[in-house]
Nanobody, 126 residues
Framework: VQLQASGGGLVQAGGCLRLSCAASARTDQTYALGWYRQAPGKEREFVAAITWSGTRTDYADSMKGRFTISRGDDRNLMYLQMDNLRPEDTAVHYC????????????????????WGQGTLVTVSS
């Protein structure tokens, strides 16, 4: 599967952005999906994960209550709604996928994902 992330940009602290991830999955394939981010000078970190069915989600503790991961009506779309953004949220955000059953959610380790999008930059100014 190929993944294309978009929606990044520059926003002031307290603002919001919605990232999108378009997947080129065949109709007979399902994946567990996730978002990661990498801030300048730091390692890539887990943000959130969701099942292909969209019925189960998981969030990093620091994102709970501010970020919402969801699936689109189009089965090949995934979103990350980010609210109340902080300067420390500045990072390149990546979407990721791994072949899995429709109800399966991936673990938080990036080693569990086989496919990665190119990343979209989110910059939050203070």
């Amino acid at each position: 599967v190929q993944l294309q992330a978009s929606g990044g940009g520059l926003v002031q602290a307290g603002g919001c952005l919605r990232l999108s991830c378009a997947a080129s999955a065949r109709t007979d394939q399902t994946y567990a999906l996730g978002w990661y981010r990498q801030a300048p000078g730091k390692e890539r970190e887990f943000v959130a994960a969701i099942t292909w069915s969209g019925t189960r989600t998981d969030y990093a503790d620091s994102m709970k209550g501010r970020f919402t991961i969801s699936r689109g009506d189009d089965r090949n779309l995934m979103y990350l709604q980010m609210d109340n953004l902080r300067p420390e949220d500045t990072a390149v955000h990546y979407c990721a996928a791994v072949r899995a059953g429709g109800m399966a959610i991936a673990g938080r380790s990036e080693r569990g994902f086989d496919y990665w999008g190119q990343g979209t930059l989110v910059t939050v100014s203070s």
